[in-house]
């Protein structure tokens, strides 16, 4: 019951920092956990950051640890996602996810009711 926008993606070059946002509709948003996911063409999904509901506790994949921060606004109803330093194995579409509780899960669930639709990061010279 709730939808995801994101939004922010573009071609870039390398060392690049970008800003994702994806905003939120309908439903509710402040006592659910939210997290980035990306896919480059031919790869598998993959997981980038999750964020609890509430503490603010964050979790980042090895390879995007120290470089990209995830944060959130309830008030706005919308997740963050900063992306410094980018590199050209960054390239992928990234999907804001909505789980269905406050917690940050393991990176190994894959159960996530709500996607939004993707936006495309490039990371080219």
């Known amino acids: 019951q709730v939808q995801l926008v994101e939004s922010g993606g573009r071609l870039v070059q390398p060392g690049v920092s970008l800003r994702l946002s994806c905003t939120a509709s309908?439903?509710?948003?402040?006592?659910?956990?939210m997290a980035w996911f990306r896919q480059a063409p031919g790869k598998e999904r993959d997981f980038v950051a999750a964020?609890?509901?509430?503490?603010?506790?964050?979790d980042y994949a090895d390879s995007v640890k120290g470089r990209f921060t995830i944060s959130r606004d309830n008030a706005e109803k919308t997740i963050y996602l900063q992306m410094n330093n980018l590199k050209p194995e960054d390239t992928a579409v990234y999907y804001c996810?909505?789980?269905?509780?406050?917690?940050?899960?393991?990176?190994?669930?894959?159960?996530?009711?709500?996607w939004g639709q993707g936006t495309l990061v490039t990371v080219s010279s």
């Open positions: 309908g439903g509710t948003f402040s006592n659910t956990a």
């Open positions: 964020v609890a509901a509430y503490v603010g506790r964050a």
């Open positions: 996810a909505a789980y269905n509780f406050p917690f940050i899960p393991s990176r190994s669930y894959r159960n996530v009711p709500v």
